[in-house]
């Protein structure tokens, strides 16, 4: 782990691991790119996450079929209809963070997936239909643009903290799989839904 | 079994309407109806803002209310929010009640309600096969995936509480209904907008179960009460079927079960158009019956009309019988028919004892030359008329009340 400084405030920034590319400072909500080893890129401030009570928060730990991780950060979306929220995890294990989806109680684990190939465009991808992404055969069940509201904590990908960007849900073969068009990037996510009983939180 | 409030106040807002404070329980909740003045004050981007009315809530059809507890399979549940749909298609119009529950465990579930189906608990499920809503009559949800029953659209008829969407009075949405085909009665409920593809996963809940997970000591008593009702009007229902079978067959044997007093065979010419029987019979108040059947073969297209009449001890005389006979066939539409009459009955009480003198006469149209009848009277007759017009009122009495009893039944069990 790694000791950095908020140039914002000079609050002390942890950095978890390797993986970790960008850090919000838990008290002033300044958010900041890695570079390197010790630099910090300020990105801009986000809004602060109002307090939920969750099952989950930056800091504590948990199992995946008995595999352990601890939450590293949170980030929330907002769209026309509501907001949800992804919680980054890291495993105790050493292995790249992944990212947890809840919805209605469900947890889904989410890992990013580099695409491999082209990508249909936002505008031609309609809920009901089916797009070729990777090795995946998407069938598309969400169709939405959102923003990020907030964030707190570390995180293994820098995402803007501004502007709005496309993004579709579906499955594919049993995986759910999730695509977020932004300005510069399409980010691809597989992810398995879990069974209430393999998941447990500490 | 004690089961404690679940979850917190998460956070109190304003209604952006009236101003009154608003407790939002669970996080996940993008719909708060303001309790005041009913307005769907959603959690947009930037607050609370208001979305619209939430219409006007019609009374729960079971004593379930938004702030009640309950245990589900070992997990406490906390009613966060209600909705009425109406769905419709060309003949009919139907509505249902979805309850939202929040569990311990973070589960959000949907309790749905509607007097055709009964109880059903519903939990989110991903579709991760393709399935177009538009025309696919198969959903493929688990190993056997389900068949999809109807489509129909459905619009929201007014909410309360909280909700994890959207909902405003008048909002409107396509549902798709299937059925599991890999048994277990399970459903499945699927919710299309332009943005989303939701399916829902259900199982079967007895309203007895429902109670007693609720903690409703009320409830539960006036299940049982109804159920009892149920039953007695089952039982009573079968009954009524019963003496309707009862009524049917003895209509039939107590129809046939009479004496013949005379009978007796004339051929009647046109010298000698009438003929007369004289009988004697005791008084009695059970209906005799006179019958005369035409013995000659009827050609088709050839009729005649037999008159009987009788002639009481006390000089009464009452034309009885004014019996048109005949055979007749042809085509209709391309199909062969033919109708044969050759018989008549006619009943009559006789109520003095003595001489009686039945008289058969060839009436005006005599398309049969010479024609043979016979006559015959019975005694102690019983009308079977009387007893299947009993029977046929029984079974429909028999058959409501048994539809009764099962609706109530099936809506009911798991």
Request: net charge negative.
């Amino acid at each position: 782990m790694r000791q950095m400084t908020c140039a914002s405030c000079g609050a002390s920034l942890e950095v978890e691991n390797q993986f970790i590319r960008a850090v919000t400072c838990k008290f002033c909500n300044s958010s900041y790119t890695i570079q390197g080893d010790t630099g910090l890129n300020l990105t801009g401030k986000g809004n602060s996450l109002a307090n939920y009570p969750s099952r989950l928060s930056v800091g504590m730990g948990g199992a995946i079929r008995g595999r352990s991780f601890t939450v590293l950060g949170r980030i929330r979306y907002v769209y026309d209809a509501g907001f949800w929220e992804e919680w980054q995890i890291a495993w105790t294990d050493q292995a790249p963070p992944d990212w947890l989806e809840e919805d209605e109680g469900y947890w889904t684990l989410y890992k990013r997936e580099r695409v491999k190939g082209a990508v249909p465009a936002y505008d031609q991808v309609r809920i009901g239909g089916s797009v070729a992404i990777n090795q995946h055969n998407v069938f598309i069940t969400e169709k939405r643009t959102a923003k990020v509201g907030g964030s707190e904590g570390q995180f293994s990908s820098v995402f803007p903290l501004n502007g709005t960007f496309g993004y579709i849900q579906g499955g594919a073969n049993n995986k759910s799989v999730s695509i977020n068009y932004w300005e510069d990037e399409i980010e691809l996510s597989v992810g398995d839904e879990l069974e209430p009983s393999e998941i447990t939180f500490n | 079994m004690t089961v404690q409030p679940l979850q917190p106040v998460v956070q109190a807002i304003t209604c952006p309407n009236c101003s009154n404070p608003i407790q939002q329980k669970s996080a996940t909740s993008q719909t708060l109806v303001c309790p005041a003045c009913k307005t769907a004050v959603v959690m947009g981007m930037e607050g609370a803002e208001k979305y619209g009315q939430a219409g006007t809530m019609p009374s729960p059809p079971v004593p379930i209310a938004v702030g009640d507890t309950a245990n589900i399979n070992g997990t406490n549940f906390f009613v966060l929010g209600r909705v009425v749909y109406e769905g419709w298609d060309d003949e009919d119009r139907w509505r249902w009640t979805e309850w939202q529950i929040g569990g311990s465990d973070g589960r959000l579930l949907w309790l749905s309600y509607s007097k055709d189906e009964g109880f059903y608990l519903f939990r989110k499920l991903k579709l991760t096969q393709p399935f177009d809503p538009l025309k696919d009559r198969k959903l493929p949800v688990g190993k056997q995936g389900a068949s999809v029953r109807e489509r129909y659209p459905a619009r929201i008829i007014a909410a309360e509480g909280e909700l994890t969407f959207r909902a405003k009075e008048g909002d409107r949405l396509q549902m798709i209904e299937a059925v599991g085909l890999g048994g277990g009665g399970l459903r499945y409920s699927i919710q299309v907008t332009s943005s989303e593809l939701e399916v829902h996963e259900g199982q079967a809940w007895s309203e007895a179960d429902l109670a007693k997970a609720f903690n409703n000591s009320t409830w539960t008593t006036q299940i049982s009460k109804l159920k009892g009702g149920a039953d007695l009007r089952g039982t009573v229902g079968i009954a009524a079927i019963l003496f309707a079978i009862i009524a049917f067959v003895g209509g039939f044997v107590a129809g046939g079960n009479r004496r013949v007093a005379a009978q007796q065979d004339f051929t009647l010419i046109a010298q000698a158009p009438t003929a007369v029987m004289k009988v004697n019979l005791p008084a009695s108040s059970r209906p005799a019956s006179v019958k005369v059947n035409l013995l000659s073969s009827l050609g088709n297209g050839q009729s005649a009309d037999i008159d009987v009449s009788i002639d009481y001890p006390g000089d009464l005389e009452v034309q009885m019988i004014e019996a048109d006979f005949y055979s007749e066939s042809g085509y209709d539409d391309g199909e062969y028919w033919s109708e044969t009459v050759r018989e008549a009955e006619a009943m009559f009480i006789p109520d003095e004892a003595g001489e009686y003198q039945f008289e058969v006469a060839l009436g005006a149209n005599v398309g049969v030359p010479n024609p043979n009848v016979r006559l015959a009277i019975y005694r102690d007759t019983i009308n079977p008329i009387w007893m299947w017009g009993y029977a046929v009122i029984a079974l429909i009495i028999g058959i409501i009340l048994l539809i009764s009893a099962a609706k109530r039944s099936t809506a009911k069990k798991m």
